[in-house]
């Protein structure tokens, strides 16, 4: 059965800080991984799907990577900012054919 | 305009009750499913419906049912509410492929809230 682990479980930073938010994962035989990010009360925005064959995807300050065979993803956030304070989810797509996801990581920016 | 939409975004009620809570999306894509979030944030998938059709039933009490009348819609009704159904609910949609197999991104709705007294 697929777990998916997220540490830290939250971060505290000060704005302008670069910063890696890691994800591990047990079985590697996955589709796809995506990240996501959960403000309070609000629902998932996606923010990156890195497919199996992927080695990694950017999207402006947020770079993400896939390293299948050894069970880890890792968000790289660069310029941390305020508004970036979140929960971030990582999640899994496998051979279930269902997304399993992290407990998140909950990250603060400081001004 | 909302790509996946949830409704009511709150509902609270009491024990023994039964309620729906519907989810449209406009994305064209042809998977849909219901995801849990409990007290401690955790998201677990409840259904997934490709086509129409079930996909994925984890173990969830037979009190909840998913009805999707269509491609764009996946609702969820569940009976005899009970504390422990207390939760946020969450419809998501993707473009699946043949099976139900995900190949792209899954698009979130803002979620409901249901609260059981």
């Known amino acids: 059965k697929q777990e998916v682990t997220q540490i830290p479980a939250a971060l505290s930073v000060p704005e302008g800080e670069n910063l890696v938010l890691n994800c591990s994962f047990t079985?590697?035989?996955?589709?796809?991984l995506q990240w996501f990010r959960q403000d309070p009360g609000k629902g998932l925005t996606s923010l990156l799907l890195?497919?199996?064959?992927?080695r990694e995807q950017t999207s402006g300050r947020l770079n993400a990577s896939l390293d299948k065979s050894s069970g880890r993803s890792t968000l790289y956030i660069a310029a941390s900012q305020p508004g970036d304070s979140a929960t971030y989810l990582c999640a899994v797509y496998g051979s279930a054919r269902q997304l399993t996801f992290g407990s998140g990581t909950q990250l603060t920016v400081l001004p | 305009d909302t790509a996946v939409s949830q409704t009511p975004k709150y509902l609270v009620t009491q024990m023994g009750n039964d309620k729906s809570i519907k989810c449209e999306q406009n994305l064209g894509h042809d998977t849909m499913y219901w995801y849990k979030q409990d007290s401690k944030k955790f998201l677990k998938i409840m259904f997934s419906?490709?086509?129409?059709?079930?996909?994925i039933n984890e173990t969830v009490p037979n009190r909840f049912s998913p009805k999707s009348p269509d491609k764009a819609h996946l609702n969820l009704h569940i009976n005899s509410l009970e504390l422990g159904d207390s939760a946020v609910y969450f419809c998501?949609?993707?473009?699946?492929?043949?099976?139900?197999?995900?190949?792209?991104?899954?698009?979130f709705g803002e979620g409901s809230r249901l609260t059981v007294l």
């Open positions: 890195i497919q199996s064959s992927q």
């Open positions: 419906y490709n086509n129409k059709e079930l996909i």
């Open positions: 079985d590697s035989a996955i589709y796809n």
């Open positions: 998501a949609s993707s473009r699946g492929s043949q099976g139900g197999l995900n190949t792209g991104e899954l698009f």
